[in-house]
């Protein structure tokens, strides 16, 4: 989904992006503690789900 259709249908973008800078934050000051992926990838989804 490109940048501007998810804006389009985000009910508070403000908070949106409040919290995409949360996220960028603790990446950046716990990347050795946290690993933040997209669970609409499911190449990522898949490389974080245990194995059956």
């Known amino acids: ?3 501007a259709t998810e804006r389009a249908v985000m009910l508070d973008w403000r908070l949106a992006w409040t919290n995409q800078r949360r996220l960028a934050t603790l990446v950046q ?9 997209s ?8 490389a974080f789900q245990p194995e059956a």
């Open 39 to 46: 669970a609409h990838d499911p190449t990522e989804l898949a």
């Open 1 to 3: 989904m490109c940048l």
């Open 29 to 37: 000051e716990h990347s050795h503690d946290v690993r933040v992926f």
